[in-house]
């Protein structure tokens, strides 16, 4: 008897015509529950979950909303609708039609670049799964879970895509996305970011807000893609990808407001008075947001990339919002970068804009960072603070690029290792940092009650109050 696989996989690329592809993903579809049963949620798998699933692509209803067991949501394949007057919209090829197949000589490069993609997702569920335990509220604690599943429907859509266009190597590649693990000593993640351990909720804040938007704008980098299918898929992931943010956003305000509440009420901003009374001082949120800014940093790769030079030139990777830019094939533009000089100072060099495509897309990546900011900087100015948060230089911290293993002031400035060793307690969360917000971790599973370090959130889910019974335990 034939399985109607349709009704297990939600699609829109009608899944059921294609008996092969079916066949393959119903082989897949065992591996990812495991792997979700494994390195997903830890100990939450029988709660019921006010989640959203989207259902279709229809910008005005995608989504519908419902209590759901995380092993039972529907992970589904969505691509936004293929437009038939789509052309390629940068690079050499600009003009031409789109790809709907891999083309022959880029299906390593392609292949690569949508593995990439792909290993983030599981990794970001996995550094997340003991997060639950330690929720502030049944509100977060379903955010926490609506995050993690719909990164699950994004490994879904990398998956579909390497099955579908890729052959044996795609379905390989697809298994290996399940055996890589973040953290792991021998197979880890492949961005440094994801192997990163997210213990606490502050971290978690900073992940979303920080490390979420990066996703944002590879994804827009990628949905400018003429390989089409991968184009649209991610521009439907961009949709859920917005909610992410907002946990993020959001999850940093109202611990600000709640510190400034406990320093209004103490009338002090000394930072252990303020901890004494179980709120988050704002230089340790500084330090947080100065780690997970700056590893986040290191996710658009390096200033100066041939790699990145040859996906725009071949239309494989664009700029977020290419319609922006006048000239689509940036042949023969050049972009400042400022480089260490190797002697302790910095050097100004004009580099072929092509190779410079990370760095015009963390650009623009720093300029959206700073909303929230100026958003959380107005809460402590409303409130008769001087205290403001600030983003650190791209060069603050750097893992990855010229900048990488130079150390720096918070500020940009080149100093020496000694000279770094002797502030990191101030810029970046120490041992004692770490320990005073672990302790503050404690699970607040009940509804209408809110951890004491965080502030409710302005309004609840879907029209919802924030006091609605967002995770049914059992
Ligand atoms: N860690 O020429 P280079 C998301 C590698 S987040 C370790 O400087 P290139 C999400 C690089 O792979 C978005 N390795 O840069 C968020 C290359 O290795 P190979 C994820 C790094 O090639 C939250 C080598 O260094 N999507 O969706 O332009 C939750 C030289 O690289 C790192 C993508 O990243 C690093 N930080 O790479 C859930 C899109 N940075 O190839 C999900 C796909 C660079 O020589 N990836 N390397 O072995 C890409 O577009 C590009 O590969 C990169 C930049 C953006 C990573």
């Given at each position: 008897m034939s399985i109607n696989y349709q009704d297990r996989i939600p699609n829109n690329v009608d899944l059921g015509s294609n008996r092969t592809l079916q066949r393959a993903l119903e082989h897949w579809q065992p591996e990812f529950l495991k792997w979700w049963e494994e390195l997903g949620p830890k100990d939450f798998q029988v709660a019921d979950v006010y989640l959203r699933t989207a259902t279709s692509v229809d910008a005005k209803g995608w989504a519908t909303y419902g209590y759901v067991r995380m092993p039972e949501y529907r992970w589904g394949i969505f691509l936004n609708e293929?437009?038939?007057?789509?052309?390629?919209?940068?690079?050499?090829?600009?003009?031409q039609e789109v790809w709907q197949h891999v083309p022959g000589e880029y299906r390593a490069t392609l292949r690569r670049l949508i593995v990439t993609q792909g290993d983030t997702e599981p990794a970001s569920v996995e550094q997340q799964r003991m997060l639950g335990h330690t929720a502030p509220s049944l509100y977060d604690l379903r955010n926490l879970f609506q995050v993690n599943v719909e990164e699950g429907r994004h490994l879904w859509a990398m998956v579909y895509l390497l099955h579908a266009y890729f052959g044996r190597d795609g379905r390989e590649e697809a298994e290996e996305l399940l055996e890589r693990h973040s953290g792991d000593a021998d197979k880890p993640r492949i961005l440094g970011t994801f192997n990163e351990p997210i213990r606490d909720w502050l971290s978690f804040f900073m992940f979303t807000y920080f490390t979420d938007r990066d996703g944002k704008f590879q994804l827009k980098s990628l949905a400018e893609s003429s390989f089409d299918p991968l184009a649209r898929t991610c521009q439907f992931m961009l949709t859920e990808e917005a909610h992410h943010m907002f946990v993020g956003d959001t999850g940093i305000n109202r611990v600000v407001r709640r510190t400034l509440e406990v320093m209004q009420e103490l009338n002090t901003d000394d930072p252990q008075a303020i901890r004494n009374a179980g709120a988050i001082d704002l230089p340790t949120v500084q330090r947080y947001l100065n780690f997970w800014f700056t590893s986040s940093l290191d996710l658009f790769g390096s200033e100066t990339s041939s790699n990145a030079a040859s996906y725009f030139a071949n239309g494989l990777k664009g700029r977020p919002?290419?319609?922006?830019?006048?000239?689509?094939?940036?042949?023969?533009q050049f972009y400042e970068v400022q480089l260490p000089d190797g002697s302790g100072g910095t050097r100004t060099e004009q580099i072929p804009m092509r190779n410079a495509m990370n760095e015009v897309t963390r650009s623009s990546y720093v300029r959206d960072c700073e909303i929230g900011l100026k958003r959380w900087n107005r809460v402590i100015e409303k409130a008769r603070h001087s205290f403001r948060l600030t983003l650190p230089s791209t060069r603050f911290r750097r893992n990855i690029g010229n900048w990488a293993g130079v150390p720096t002031t918070p500020e940009g400035q080149p100093i020496t290792a000694e000279q770094f060793a002797a502030h990191k307690a101030e810029w970046l969360p120490s041992e004692s940092d770490q320990a005073y917000i672990m302790s503050l971790m404690h699970g607040v599973h009940q509804p209408a009650k809110m951890a004491a370090w965080i502030a409710p959130p302005e309004r609840g889910i879907n029209n919802n109050p924030v006091d609605y019974e967002y995770v049914k335990l059992h």
């Open positions: 293929r437009d038939p007057n789509r052309r390629i919209g940068f690079g050499d090829n600009f003009g919002d290419e319609t922006q830019y006048e000239d689509h094939v940036a042949g023969d």
